[in-house]
């Protein structure tokens, strides 16, 4: 079956414009989330939406940094301004809920951004 | 807050030679612990996962990790390695509260390379 997907895989950007990247979670899976990967770091979470409950935003790091979701669909996480300590790989994940936290989070591919 | 430290940032290895991977983690509650694998320009994949009972955990590929609630590890090894077994490991933990989001908290990564 098919799993998350992430577009674009790539993305090059001038510094100061803004960037969308998309994320298309399995089927059915009503959670989502966004993580971002630094050259070299561990995975850093950014963003959470379950069903129609207010996402958790905890992670973002600043408020040039916006996600959307709709329903349990498709998700865009936007980067206004983007600065060149944003380039990284992005990274989608989603999975069921409903079991205490047990589930496991099935990830995408990635958009890798690069700022100039 | 949780965290996660991988000891080692990469681990070469000989291939058919055994192979332990650390990862201790911090939380004053309970977690539930992670070992993901990261094959070069793929996203990342459960190899295992410990929620509860025996605390050897059994995964994909031959791998097997153990947690250690008093020393706070959960290091993964597997008894012989394949040249395919070259990738990036990623530890992480989530909480199992009710009132977690289900984010997962990782640590930075360790590279195996495998060598002929």
């Known amino acids: 079956g098919a799993g998350v997907s992430q577009s674009p895989s790539n993305k090059v950007t001038e510094k100061g414009k803004d960037v969308e990247l998309r994320c298309d979670p399995i089927?059915?899976?009503?959670?989502l989330y966004w993580y971002r990967q630094r050259l070299g770091q561990g995975l850093e979470f950014l963003i959470y939406?379950?069903?129609?409950?207010?996402?958790?935003k905890s992670g973002l790091p600043s408020d040039r940094f916006s996600a959307e979701r709709t329903g349990e669909s498709v998700s865009t996480l936007t980067i206004q301004r983007t600065q060149q300590e944003d380039s990284a790989v992005y990274l989608c994940?989603?999975?069921?809920?409903?079991?205490?936290?047990?589930?496991?989070?099935?990830f995408g591919p990635g958009t890798r951004l690069l700022v100039l | 807050a949780q965290s996660v430290t991988q000891l080692d940032s990469q681990v070469p290895v000989f291939e058919e030679a055994p192979v332990e991977l650390r990862c201790n983690y911090s939380?004053?509650?309970?977690?539930?612990l992670f070992w993901y694998v990261q094959y070069p320009n793929q996203g990342l994949q459960l190899l295992l996962k410990?929620?509860?009972?025996?605390?050897l955990v059994k995964g994909i590929n031959g791998f097997e990790a153990e947690f250690n609630k008093s020393q706070t590890s959960f290091h993964l090894r597997k008894p012989s390695v394949h040249i395919s077994d070259t990738a990036e490991y990623f530890c992480?933990?989530?909480?199992?509260?009710?009132?977690?989001?289900?984010?997962?908290?990782f640590g930075q990564g360790t590279t195996l390379q495998v060598k002929p």
């Open positions: 992480a933990v989530r909480d199992t509260g009710s009132s977690n989001t289900g984010k997962l908290i």
């Open positions: 939380s004053s509650v309970s977690v539930y």
């Open positions: 089927s059915g899976h009503t959670a």
């Open positions: 410990y929620l509860s009972g025996s605390t």
């Open positions: 939406f379950q069903g129609n409950s207010a996402p958790d």
């Open positions: 994940a989603s999975s069921l809920v409903g079991s205490g936290g047990q589930e496991t989070q099935y």
